[in-house]
């Protein structure tokens, strides 16, 4: 059906397109919100990892292995980037909506004894799940990145990586509300009834996404800041909405389905920021349509450079590419200036005047954004993965070899507001990081944010180690803060060291850091010492006809963690080489101090 709604909405956007008519930047930025507010499944794993380890009888690392697959899928993003960068934001918000489709019905036929439900096949499934998700944050971030100007791009790829930090939360309350008994029952109804919202979510939403062309030299307008600020705030607003209901489910007797309609009215609301944002629909005119400067790199007169909006695909080609300057920086020939450059800096900014994808991966520093993506996200993901077997280890002793049912099982809901929290404070993270770190980048680089950032992930990991049910609520935040930091932060700054002209590819590459991160932290490392410390010390939890052995004590995930910080502190180091190269104009990439300083 989804395929067959794909097809019918792509010929219907080809049609539109076909006949010259554009969604507006706003419009397009709006529908970019709503698919990432279903295109961050990958967190809400946690929320119902206890069912799927019930219905397949799952160790704790071969739910991990399903976990990583999932997010092995999700950061694959180089994919979708290419295809985005090749072909154009409807391919790539397609294939990604039948992906998510495919995998989550695959799970649920697969919990029917329909299909193969091997640990491998699992993995297979959930992982078409993640790239699906992948494509479809590639299809909704990249085209605003390449819409609005650079100098508010950190505000609006937070505003949007807020909505994917923002989709466990979201979920996690529906599912209270419909789905009560899930981790009882229910799991593969409820992937499959998940599958059909993205579907449903993603058509829409993919047939509205597009570049918006501009006229021959024109420049691309910067997001406005009134608009934008409404839209944190809206942000907010849910947010802290998701958290009060989840906190008032656990400690109240407040019905979780009038709390999830009342969340699905709320989300209803962001629709309200094309209010007076101009024509939702333009017809371009033919100079628009048949020549586009790219919304970063200007026209350089001595170095021809066009690119073309093709009405059947709506794809940007770059037919050749240039340097970042404005016209400040060129003579009267158009010709860059290097004249308030040193000669050092003057011999990196020539060198630099075209990033490919594989200029980019020459690029030291390249690998270490790529080195600070693994070690943050890799280590981050390790908690979010475990939480809810984290929170069990460290129940009493005297619960050590009995069998406890799930509706009996201590703190119980204390992991899914756990996981709620996780969610409103990774929005936060996102939201922040890209807000301050544009107001402050004159006085402090992106760089220097990714250095605390990592230090942050660092303290939270050795907290964790430590701290006890109660203390989680509060360390769980900072978790949040500093996960959605790095999803904000590093897009914007990859966009900055190596522009937009191959960052799909360039920035999706990027995503094999943190999925090589998770495999050998979270399941390689943490799940299969887990394991080894339910040989010793265990709980079992029951559940219908199903049980689960789950680890018991404090030591079960502390040697993981404590090595988890280790790695945060490498990246740290990273970082602030990055940092360091960045100030003393060593950078082998866009970044120079005139063209930084053009930007901000």
Request: net charge negative; with cysteine.
């Amino acid at each position: 059906v989804v395929v067959a709604a794909v097809v019918i909405f792509l010929g219907i956007g080809r049609g539109i397109m076909g006949l010259g008519i554009v969604p507006s930047r706003w419009l397009t930025a709006v529908m970019g919100m709503y698919m990432m507010f279903v295109s961050g499944t990958v967190y809400l794993f946690p929320s119902y990892s206890r069912g799927l380890r019930g219905d397949f009888s799952l160790s704790t690392e071969e739910a991990d292995s399903i976990a990583t697959a999932l997010n092995f899928g999700t950061w694959m993003g180089f994919i979708g980037g290419i295809v985005y960068d090749r072909f154009s934001t409807k391919w790539t918000g397609y294939i990604g909506t039948v992906l998510v489709v495919l995998g989550y019905s695959l799970m649920h036929l697969a919990d029917l004894g329909k299909v193969g439900s091997k640990v491998i096949e699992l993995c297979v499934y959930m992982f078409l799940v993640g790239q699906g998700s992948g494509f479809l944050y590639t299809a909704a971030l990249n085209t605003s990145v390449i819409n609005f100007n650079a100098k508010s791009r950190g505000k609006v790829v937070g505003l949007l990586v807020c909505g994917f930090g923002l989709c466990s939360g979201i979920f996690t309350q529906i599912m209270r509300g419909f789905y009560p008994s899930l981790n009882n029952e229910g799991v593969s109804d409820f992937l499959l009834d998940l599958g059909i919202v993205i579907g449903v979510v993603g058509v829409i939403t993919t047939t509205l996404q597009a570049v918006f062309p501009l006229e021959k030299g024109e420049e691309v307008p910067e997001a406005n800041p009134t608009r934008v600020n409404i839209g944190y705030g809206m942000v907010v607003c849910i947010a802290i909405f998701i958290g009060a209901a989840s906190a008032a489910e656990t400690f109240s007797n407040v019905s979780p389905r009038t709390l999830a309609f009342v969340l699905c009215g709320g989300l209803s609301l962001f629709v309200l920021l094309l209010f007076r944002s101009g024509t939702l629909f333009v017809i371009p005119s033919r100079a628009q349509v048949n020549s586009m400067s790219h919304p970063l790199l200007q026209e350089d007169k001595g170095n021809e450079r066009e690119y073309v909006i093709d009405n059947d695909s709506q794809s940007i080609m770059s037919l050749e590419r240039s340097l970042l300057l404005d016209e400040s920086d060129r003579d009267n020939n158009g010709h860059p200036l290097y004249s308030d450059l040193s000669a050092s800096q003057s011999k990196i900014a020539k060198q630099n005047a075209d990033f490919s994808f594989m200029k980019s991966l020459s690029s030291l520093d390249y690998w270490l954004l790529f080195i600070i993506f693994a070690m943050g996200i890799g280590s981050g993901i390790t908690v979010v993965n475990n939480l809810p077997e984290i929170v069990i280890s460290t129940l009493s002793e005297k619960y050590d070899g009995e069998s406890i049912p799930l509706e009996h099982l201590p703190h119980e809901k204390d992991t899914a507001t756990l996981l709620v929290l996780f969610s409103v404070f990774n929005t936060f993270g996102r939201l922040l990081s890209g807000y301050i770190s544009d107001v402050f980048a004159s006085k402090i680089s992106r760089s220097t944010f990714l250095l605390f950032t990592s230090i942050l992930m660092g303290i939270v990991q050795v907290s964790v180690a430590f701290a006890p049910v109660t203390g989680m609520f509060v360390i769980v935040c900072f978790l949040g803060l500093a996960y959605g930091s790095f999803f904000c932060l590093l897009p914007a700054f990859c966009s900055e060291l190596f522009g937009i002209t191959s960052f799909g590819a360039s920035y999706g590459f990027l995503g094999l850091a943190p999925a090589a991160g998770s495999q050998l932290l979270s399941t390689t490392m943490a799940g299969r010492l887990a394991d080894e410390g339910a040989r010793h010390h265990f709980v079992n939890v029951t559940s219908d006809d199903t049980y689960t052995i789950h680890c018991l004590g404090s030591e079960c995930y502390r040697t993981s963690l404590l090595v988890t910080m280790c790695c945060c502190f490498i990246g740290a180091l990273a970082a602030a080489l990055l940092s360091y190269r960045q100030r003393n104009n060593k950078t082998n990439s866009l970044l120079s101090t005139a063209a930084y300083s053009k930007l901000h």
